[in-house]
């Protein structure tokens, strides 16, 4: 009889909790899962609190699996706002008519992707991909990665008139770049292409092992990441949210918030900006 | 093609025959087959993560109450509303439009209905429960329906004339079936927790989510936490899993399952009448539909078929090899009780641990190739059915002066228990089969590779297409295993 009690009073409870958080209107957002979570919940557990603040609505962050996720997740309007790299962004700014990239990082206009090798290869760093590579295994991080997949790819088909799977006698989909460089240190791949901003704050902070990885190649540069928003967020949360959404972003100046991205500081963006990375996205199919 | 054999004596035998064709065939497969350890140190990181099992974390993560909380809840729901549907789909599972239906549905695993529901419920716990509730009702109207083809027609052949269907079906039917029915569906309610958990991998708040984020940090010790949360959950079943409690537990489920994102059906509609619509249909130039069609094939469906197949036929013969070395584990006609009870602690922690869950852990150890896939497959069906013969074996009597060791296993016990052994493992070759095509996911190129990238990519008339080829591919190799099983005179009972 006891537990029949305490298991009406749970469900109770239960549904309780259930309808309070259907009723509220929450602002939500989500970035791509383009490193290990803890560094994902820290870092957009922190842009949360600070955005509560400034919007002075409920603001959630859910984390997601994948890049696919992220952007199915804005496209069905289940997150209002997303961190996206420039390929997800490109691919959800096309499913989301009046969407809007609204800011960048100081760095995003101009990034790159560096080509990491294991010392074990014999590798020295190289201003021209050269054919030494060839037969090697090579790891990309995720499929819908613009520093981690497409840039670099794209890069590698200019420099061998062929596709990496062709050139490389294994080719494999860390899923991030934090994977990415651990799987190239611990030998796993003898090559890999990261997002230049992880492997620094890595090297910076001691967690890479430069005796065993190193940076053979960069790539030129292309525009990256950005905040991408609904463009039916005035009508939800009000006139003028949009504004507000993107004036907090690019007044984001507390240097540990930053640090987490990281990122000098945020600028305006806008959808012209992502452009090549739309080309270069349809030139090699990922696109329709 | 096997005439040629029939001189070998051994040959003369219809089982044999097939045996070797298959292990000749898995040969052939092996030398094409992509195999290898790529991490240069395996042995220490496998080191590291037994460390991580004996000295698990609990405490690292808040959310793992809730993750246990949201499987069990994922797997009561989904498994009630599978079964519901599955018992309604078997009583008209004589029409061949049902069968059809109910073949299709379970040919598609759950991951893949996971990441179909994903694209317009999003997080919402209808994806997680649909994804489990629709394979699972698809299995039960087979199984309950040949449960309730065999029940003995002699209760209803004394019935008056004039006892309406309704009341014979009840009173004569389902209690001659029920103990089998019962078994059943408690044993496939423990598929659901394992189906439940994997579903976390796909971003479903299960444990899955917490195992995958803890391993590919290399944090060993939470991931050992939540493994050994999942075994005792299972291995308590028998404990908390009552008949007199079933009807509060799935009462109470849907309550928590958590409430996840609204839906919004116009995501729905979205998805059906354009996003799966073949991308040149959609913008009306119908003649680019071929080219486009034949891209697809060529370049992903038979590269993915190839692979699937190959890793089959390798896995399945794995399977067979480990359930034949792991059965004495267990067989009363081997060992000591202490022995007995170490191989039952194998077998059971082979068996409960998910295929996607091993190959996901040895793909981090070794690296990208089949091998780990081979080992994960073969460990745990290896695993069930290893149990499953070894239980068998005890009931067989042994004369007293029966020979010992290794001439008891080769001329005793397994000519005996090998009929059976060989249709657990037909029948399981059609669920490697769709294992094998969702180990794509985690980086092997079978079929779930190019259907999830086909999925990262957001072109989901791709994605269709291929889980399309992939179910296809699996009613093919169901149908052939019951050819095989009806020619050797094979009969068996379902496994998950």
Known sequence: ?288 | MMQGWANIPISRSRTARTSLFFVALALVCLAMADIAITTANPWQDLMRFFWGVMTPDFFSSAGLATALLRTLAFAFVGVTLGAGAGFLLALVYRFRMVRTFCAFIRAIHELFWALIFLQFFGFHPLTGVLAIAIPYAGIFAKVYSEILDEADQEPRNLLPSGVGALSAFVYTRIPDCWEQLRTYTSYRLECGFRSSAILGFVGLPTLGFYLESAFSQGHYSEAGAVLILFYVLIATIPLWVRPRMLPFYIVAAPFFLGDGMPIMWGNVRRFFTEDIVPAPLRETSSEAFWPWLSDLVVNQALPGIWNTLLLTQMALVATGVIALLAFPLISRHFGNRLSRTGGHVLLVIARSTPEYILAYILLQLWGPSMLPAVVALALHNGGIIGHLIGRQSSTIGLRPDAPRGLMRYGYELVPRVYPSFLAFLFYRWEIIMRETAILGILGIYTLGFYVDSAIQNIQFDKAMILILVTALLNIGIDGLSRRIRRCLALQTMPTC
Do not use: C
Not at chain 1, 45 to 69: F, M, R
Not at chain 1, 218 to 228: G, I, L, M, S, V
Not at chain 1, 239 to 256: I, S
């Open chain 1, 1 to 288: 009889m006891f537990k029949k009690i305490l298991g009406l009073a749970t469900i109770a409870a239960a549904m309780q909790t259930y309808a309070l958080s259907a009723a509220a209107d929450t602002f939500v957002f989500t970035a791509i899962p383009d490193q290990d979570e803890t560094q994902l919940i820290e870092r957009f557990g922190a842009v949360e609190a600070y955005l509560e603040e400034q919007l002075d609505v409920d603001v959630k962050y859910i984390p997601v699996k994948s890049y696919a996720a992220a952007v199915s997740a804005f496209r069905n309007n289940q997150v209002q706002l997303a961190w996206f790299g420039g390929l997800s962004g490109v691919q959800a700014r096309r499913l989301v008519p009046g969407s809007e990239a609204i800011a960048q990082g100081v760095e995003d206009p101009e990034f790159q992707s560096y080509v990491i090798a294991n010392t074990s290869t014999g590798l020295e760093p190289m201003d021209e991909l050269s054919e030494d590579l060839e037969g090697m295994t090579f790891t990309f991080g995720s499929k819908g990665s613009t520093s981690g997949r497409l840039m670099p790819e794209f890069f590698l088909r200019e420099a061998y008139g062929e596709a990496p799977d062709e050139f490389f006698s294994r080719v494999g989909f860390s899923g991030n770049h934090t994977r990415t460089v651990r799987l190239v240190e611990a030998g796993t791949y003898q090559l890999g292409a990261v997002n230049y901003k992880v492997w620094e704050s890595g090297v910076e902070d001691g967690s890479i092992d430069t005796d065993k990885v190193q940076v053979i190649w960069k790539t030129p540069y292309y525009p990256d990441y950005q905040w991408t928003i609904r463009g039916d967020v005035d009508e939800r949360f009000g006139e003028g949210f949009k504004d507000r959404v993107t004036q907090a972003l690019l007044d984001m100046d507390d240097p540990e918030l930053l640090k987490r991205f990281p990122r000098a500081g945020f600028i305006p963006a806008s959808n012209e900006d992502y452009a090549p990375i739309e080309e270069t996205a349809e030139e090699l199919g990922l696109l329709n």
